[in-house]
């Protein structure tokens, strides 16, 4: 009814303005949609069309099927059919082509700053509380005394960022070595003096020193003989320059703790001896399999007749195991068997069979090493009756001995050798045998 009316106006001439425009409005949308009726019959003919020609229809798995499907030009008719963001959007896109960015200005307060104008960027490794510490260094420092590889160590510790933590590794180090052995502190000597200059400095050096000393009234219950060893350890750092001389002048006069004030002492007395007398290199001793075979046969003797003196198996067996040469135990045995063919009477004798004795029940001794210093003197018998004429019956004896407190083997007893063969006192003796 308003569209008849409308008409009616237009008649008759008497449309208002706003009346004009509303019609010319809906004009033009009726024009649309007729406009998109017959462009949707067209395609529908077409697509008829080529399916009745028999020309292959478009593949949807083709690659221009694709190209339709990932076109970005609008499918519902609007837009102007251009890319997104002219092309500078999307995921993986740096920018429109052609586009010039500016150069950047370094940030002072960035940690990869570096003053030449180029920016270095590192990995950052975050610094180890106390708890991580102990749980790091401790490992390395058992692994050390194992291998001796002062170069592992030096690499594994710049690895780390230890801060202000540094100076603790030299202190823990210092303590596990004092609970070993004599080359463990030989070890960890040689370990400060090649660290010192490279991952550690002076200073740390002389802060992990003076962190122990504040620590011996605790070091003392678990190693009695602490402040003799730490005043050793400072001698030896002082001697490699791993710390300076002016170590001791800091303390003098103010030192009231008197475990502290023995290990200053050893420390100086040690400095001011001369290296004639007594070498600072060789502090602890050359640790283990290092000695000379001629200082390991002398030390040995020395603990025999200590021994055969004092009568102390403890003490024997200490001064044994502080050699650490298990490889080399038979010479013990060898050494303690030709004592016995030289000794006089029955008590080197009983003595040494009981020595044997403890050292084969706890295992000092191992077979291998006995059975190797029994058989040393079973082959230089003949030349050792030359200077002993009666070391077949003694030897004989001794092993009768060993073999009934369970030192040695039924087999070891029987290979020993025997005197040799006796001779006649003339042809017409009747076959009498000298007495």
């Excluded at 009726?30 to 229809?57: F, H, Q, Y």
């Excluded at 730490?230 to 001791?248: C, E, K, V, Y």
Aim: hydrophobic fraction near 35%; aromatic fraction near 6%.
């Amino acid at each position: 009814m308003l569209f008849e009316d409308l008409n009616e106006l237009e008649v008759n001439g008497n449309w208002t303005p706003q009346e004009k425009a509303l019609h010319e409005a809906r004009l033009k949308a009726k024009a649309k949609r007729r406009l998109r009726k017959s462009s949707s019959r067209d395609s529908t003919r077409e697509s008829l069309s080529d399916s009745v020609s028999g020309e292959p229809s478009t593949d949807p798995h083709s690659p221009k099927a694709k190209a339709a499907v990932n076109d970005r030009k609008s499918r519902t008719g609007k837009g102007r059919g251009l890319p997104k963001k002219g092309g500078a959007g999307g995921k993986g896109v740096w920018g429109a082509a052609g586009m010039v960015y500016e150069v950047e200005e370094l940030d002072a307060d960035d940690p990869n700053y570096d003053e030449s104008g180029d920016t270095v960027y590192a990995t950052v490794v975050p610094e180890l509380d106390e708890r991580e510490l102990e749980k790091t260094i401790h490992p390395i420092v058992q692994e050390y005394f194992e291998h001796g590889d002062t170069k592992e160590v030096q690499m594994l510790l710049k690895e780390l960022n230890l801060g202000h933590h540094k100076f603790e590794f030299s202190s823990r180090a210092v303590s596990l070595s004092l609970e070993g052995k004599a080359s463990h502190r030989e070890l960890t000597s040689r370990l400060l003096s090649d660290l010192s200059g490279k991952v550690l400095s002076e200073s740390d050096m002389s802060r992990a020193f003076d962190k122990m000393l504040k620590e011996l009234p605790d070091l003392i219950l678990d190693t009695p003989e602490a402040p003799q060893m730490l005043g050793q350890f400072i001698a030896r750092a002082i001697a490699d320059h791993a710390i300076p001389m002016s170590f001791l002048d800091c303390y003098k006069g103010k030192v009231d703790c008197d475990h502290a004030r023995a290990a200053l002492d050893r420390a100086s007395v040690l400095l001011s001896m001369k290296r004639e007398i007594m070498r600072l290199d060789n502090v602890w001793g050359v640790g283990g399999g290092q000695r000379p075979v001629k200082h390991l046969i002398k030390e040995m003797n020395l603990l025999l007749k200590e021994y055969l003196v004092s009568g102390e198996l403890s003490e024997a067996e200490h001064c044994l195991r502080d050699l650490e040469v298990p490889h080399f135990h038979h010479e013990l045995v060898y050494e303690a068997v030709v004592m016995v063919l030289e000794s006089t009477g029955d008590t080197a004798l009983q003595m040494m069979v009981k020595l044997l004795k403890v050292f084969w029940q706890t295992g000092l001794i191992t077979l291998d090493q006995m059975n190797r210093g029994f058989q040393r003197v079973y082959d230089e018998l003949p030349e050792i009756s030359l200077d002993v004429p009666h070391a077949h019956s003694i030897m004989e004896t001794f092993v009768d001995l060993c073999f009934q407190e369970q030192v040695i083997t039924k087999q070891l007893r029987d290979s020993c050798p025997t005197r040799g063969r006796k001779r006649f006192v003339s042809e017409g003796d009747g076959g009498l045998v000298k007495s």
